[in-house]
């Protein structure tokens, strides 16, 4: 072999191990930064279900003290759309990494400052809307902050392996789920339930302020989408996008933006129906400890790590569309047996159903990433993923733990609530089903 063959494998070599070293530093930096976000938005969730009731919504009635409680956990999904129109439009504009350094900084002071609320009994009704507040620029943040992450994914993988690394985004919840809902057990175990209403509460809202310094730092190290930057180039060199990025959106991809919007809605129903709506289910109607119910929710959520990654990789060989479809019938066929063994108040026949439902939402949550933002140009990708997303979020999880609360309340039953999700996994997998397929689409082209 010449030597010049040899140095061009040598090169071709480091130029491979480069872009390997760098794709690592985009799936931390994604990883982590959705970590963060969603150590918060479940942070919330799960003291919304369990103590919010009781220190900003004091009632005679539990059951609306509970209501009004969630209620504020739907108030970060209707911050959300227009998180998405400010975000999507900047992060089209001006890039994807300066957007995410704005997202993890508002996500992750307005969590430090709930803990720092006092409670309806010090201020009245100051308390309340001072946390509906808080809540809403939760929800603002986040709406860039994971839209942005997994187009950071998209549009640096190469094009074979695109599901399968911004499926990898949607582990970074499992870590943020079990930190947020390991740490508010571990210390609520270890002080009174007094001292945890008192104050033990705040101190896991208050380290978010720690995880937001580690986060900034590990997006230093993480350029900006080559697929963006190759973008700006063409408008730099005369070839103008034309309108904001909004109006691009709804004049040139309203049925994909509806489409991709009705996907979403099934999996965030479900998801947060189970990891906030069972909590106060499993300890208010089933008399199930509350230390049982959330390990057995951690344990269930973690079956993401190993599904997650596997369903990912299968839109890649077998296409968006099939591993999606496959994965909302597995979904409504999975909620009744998932309910009927929740219902036995057994910890193992409880985990059992928990971890073959969160299996079968895996197979929607692994895939809709890769394919909300391919159906997009990049021009609008930010922009029209980040609104689909969020409106889905709406539809889905804002309104499901409050609907299923009502469902339970006037039916005396669950299954009604099981009814209610097999609904909406076929109106999700409708969507899909008019959906293009999109594992071959050049992320660089512009739609016809």
């Not at 902050?145 to 399968?164: C, D, T």
């Not at 049982?292 to 993401?304: G, L, R, Y």
């Not at 391919?374 to 990708?381: I, Y």
Request: charged fraction near 10%; glycine fraction near 8%.
């Amino acid at each position: 072999m010449s030597k010049i063959a040899i140095g061009l494998q040598q090169s071709q070599a480091a130029q491979a191990a480069d872009q390997s070293k760098m794709m690592n530093r985009v799936v931390v930096a994604s990883v982590f930064g959705t970590a963060l976000e969603t150590y918060d938005l479940y942070l919330y969730g799960t003291a919304a279900a369990l103590i919010f009731g009781t220190l900003f919504f004091p009632s005679s009635e539990p059951t609306i003290s509970l209501i009004l409680s969630l209620a504020t956990f739907a108030v970060s999904f209707i911050a959300r759309p227009f998180g998405s129109i400010v975000f999507g439009h900047y992060g089209d504009l001006i890039g994807r990494k300066k957007m995410l350094y704005i997202t993890i900084l508002g996500m992750g002071l307005s969590t430090a400052a709930i803990g720092l609320l006092p409670p309806y009994q010090q201020v009245g009704i100051l308390a309340p809307v001072a946390l509906s507040f808080l809540r809403f620029v939760q929800g603002f943040a986040f709406a860039g902050e994971y839209s942005g992450a997994v187009l950071m994914l998209v549009e640096h993988a190469p094009p074979e392996k695109r599901g399968f690394y911004a499926g990898l985004n949607n582990v970074g919840p499992v870590f943020g789920f079990i930190a947020s809902s390991g740490l508010f057990l571990a210390i609520a175990s270890m002080m009174s339930n007094e001292a945890f209403l008192d104050w033990g509460w705040r101190i896991p809202f208050l380290v978010s302020l720690l995880l937001v310094v580690v986060g900034l730092y590990v997006r230093t190290r993480v350029p900006e989408s080559p697929v963006f930057e190759a973008a700006t180039r063409k408008r730099s060199a005369g070839k103008s996008a034309g309108a904001w990025p909004l109006v691009r959106l709804l004049k040139n991809h309203p049925k994909e933006l509806v489409l991709a919007s009705g996907a979403h809605i099934c999996h965030f129903a479900t998801f947060y129906l189970f990891t906030v709506f069972t909590l106060s289910y499993g300890t208010n109607t089933l008399g199930v400890s509350r230390t049982s119910v959330i390990s057995i929710t951690m344990i269930a959520v973690a079956m993401f790590l190993f599904a997650i990654p596997y369903a990912a990789r299968k839109s890649d060989k077998y296409g968006r569309r099939r591993t999606l479809i496959f994965g909302f019938l597995a979904i409504a066929v999975t909620i009744f047996p998932f309910w009927a063994l929740f219902n036995t108040a057994n910890y193992f026949l409880m985990l059992a159903g928990s971890c073959a439902l969160m299996i079968a939402v895996s197979f929607v949550y692994g895939v809709l990433p890769s394919y909300a933002a391919e159906l997009f140009d990049t021009d609008v990708r930010f922009s029209g993923s980040a609104l689909a997303y969020n409106v889905g979020g709406i539809l889905g999880a804002a309104i499901s733990p409050i609907v299923a609360t009502m469902l339970l309340a006037h039916f005396g039953s669950i299954y009604p609530v099981g009814a209610y999700i097999a609904f909406l996994a076929i109106i999700s997998m409708t969507c899909v089903v008019l959906s293009p397929e999109t594992k071959e689409k050049d992320l660089h082209a512009k739609a016809a």
